[in-house]
């Protein structure tokens, strides 16, 4: 068993620094670069995954032709005898591309069509890109997380700012509260369901409605996104009663115009139109 170990620790150090040698200079090696031929009775066309920004090759025997004031995705390679060179192209969202580029008298391709997986990089840093993604994600996050935060204080803080409610068939629509914290408006609402079936939820949307005056008098809504919806129910059960919460981006209503809050039921007629006049959507809690 002495001998096997003593054994091994020999070959450990022989062959040790050749593999460890074998391996760097295999990574040291620079990655070999395709070629591409031309010569001066022919254009050879070369087409980009994107707009050419920049051509350059490295002997006057090559001319690389491209559209310098409008950017397009092809350029011509022409060449003259003489010794090898290279070309060098940057697309316009920073690829780099590079190539051998040699004289040859006869052609046997005339069309290079280059995929995105040739290039040998980008002229842009990519890791400042996956910080700016790492904190906006974060940034997300702590958005949502106080979201979730607040509107449970709101729920179970149940304060009201009035009597905002309607009723179709057993369905009852209720604003509790709407409150100003930040940038957001939280719309704290309340379907209750007294009736013998359940009612199945198919959307509740806040829009704001503007009369438009002139001759023809009507009437212009546009549809505001929530930023948030906590605890919004899909299905309330006959008898039973959800609360929930819209966040909306802080908006403000002049006198001639109003929040109009839609409630739909699916595969239904028990919906609702409530109007919540400006004075409620101008001073929140």
Do not use: W
Not at 177 to 192: A, Q
Not at 211 to 235: A, D, T, V
């Amino acid at each position: 068993m002495k001998t096997f170990i003593l054994i091994l620790i020999g070959f450990v150090y022989t062959f040790a620094p050749r593999l460890c040698s074998a391996q760097a200079t295999a990574q040291q090696q620079p990655i070999p670069l395709d070629t591409i031929y031309a010569n001066d009775t022919k254009n050879v066309a070369l087409f980009f995954p994107e707009p050419i920004r920049q051509g350059i090759t490295g002997s006057d025997n090559f001319v690389f032709t491209y559209n310098r004031e409008k950017e397009q995705y092809f350029g011509l390679l022409q060449a003259k005898p003489g010794k090898e060179s290279n070309l060098l192209v940057v697309n316009r969202n920073g690829s780099i591309f590079s190539y051998i580029v040699r004289y040859k008298k006869q052609l046997s391709k005339l069309n290079y069509f280059i995929p995105l997986s040739n290039s040998i990089g980008n002229e842009r840093p990519i890791v400042k890109d996956s910080v700016l993604v790492k904190s906006s994600e974060e940034l997300v996050d702590n958005s949502t997380y106080y979201y979730q935060k607040f509107c449970s204080y709101l729920l179970n803080r149940k304060q009201r700012i009035g009597r905002i409610k309607k009723r179709n068939e057993g369905i009852i629509l209720t604003v509790e509260n709407i409150v100003f914290d930040k940038d957001e408006l939280y719309f704290v609402i309340e379907i209750e369901n007294t009736s013998t079936l359940d009612y199945n939820l198919n959307f509740l949307n806040l829009s704001i409605e503007t009369r438009q005056n002139g001759k023809r008098k009507s009437l212009q809504r546009l549809y505001q996104e929530p930023i948030y919806k906590h605890n919004l129910p899909s299905k309330i059960m006959e008898n039973e009663t959800a609360r929930f919460v819209y966040v909306l981006p802080k908006f403000s209503l002049s006198n001639d115009r109003r929040a109009i809050l839609e409630l739909n039921e699916k595969d239904g007629e028990r919906n609702i139109k409530m109007k919540l006049s400006h004075r409620y959507i101008n001073n929140p809690n």
